[in-house]
Structure formats: C-alpha cells, structure tokens
C-alpha cells in the first residue's frame, strides 16, 4: 500500500519560506515522478511542482516560478519543496503527490497516490 505523509506546512509571515517535505512508501520511490498541488478553499486544485523520476527535470506552475524549488532524495524516499518569498495567495493546503509514470506532469491525471495534505497559511 503506497503512502505518502507530508510535513512542514505551518504559519509564516509574507516574505517568508517554508520547506515541505513528503515521505513516501510502499512502492521502488526512484522509478516515479513526484509532484506538489494545492488547493485553497473554494478553489480547484492547482499544480505547484514536478520532478522526474531521477531529478533531472523539473516543472513548475507559473503562480510559483522562481519562488519554488522541488528535489526529491531517493535514497531516503522523499520529495522536498522549497517555498521562499511566500505571499498571502499561496495560502492553501499542499498535497504530495505520487507519479504514474517517469516523466513530469502538470495533470493531476498524471499522479495516482496523494498524500493527505498540509496546511501553509501566509499571513500578510
């Protein structure tokens, strides 16, 4: 059974940075790609992140470019997210998630496991 727990999510001040982390298990981490969502009340849910399979390629919503670096380590199963100049909009929770296939995607479509998400507030 294929899990994904995210950590790292809290309450900072705009202009500030957080990093998520997700942990994954149950399945050979290294042969998937790995991304990031969110979604904030009211709204759909949006893509924040993507990375390949080995982490040679890297994708990134326009909301967040330039702002956010994703990583994964596959030694130790896990996916990070680096959130830096955050900003009241980014508030919403981020969702780790488990690709289907190597390459990156920006569909949720592409992803079949989601971890249970962790709240980031900004406050302005």
């Known amino acids: 059974q294929v899990q994904l727990v995210e950590s790292g999510g809290g309450l900072v001040q705009a202009g500030g940075s957080l990093r998520l982390s997700c942990a994954s298990s149950?399945?050979?981490?290294?042969?998937?790609?790995m991304g990031w969502f969110r979604q904030a009340p009211g709204k759909e849910r949006e893509f924040v992140a993507a990375?390949?399979?080995?982490?040679?390629?890297?994708s990134y919503g326009d909301s967040v470019k330039g702002r956010c670096t994703i990583s994964r380590d596959n030694a130790k199963n896990t996916v990070y997210l680096q959130m830096n100049s955050l900003k009241p909009e980014d508030t919403a929770v981020y969702y780790c998630a488990g690709g289907l296939y190597k390459r990156v995607s920006s569909y949720t479509s592409g992803y079949g496991y989601w971890g249970q998400g962790t709240q980031v507030t900004v406050s302005s």
């Open positions: 990375i390949s399979w080995g982490g040679g390629t890297t």
């Open positions: 149950g399945r050979t981490f290294s042969t998937y790609a």
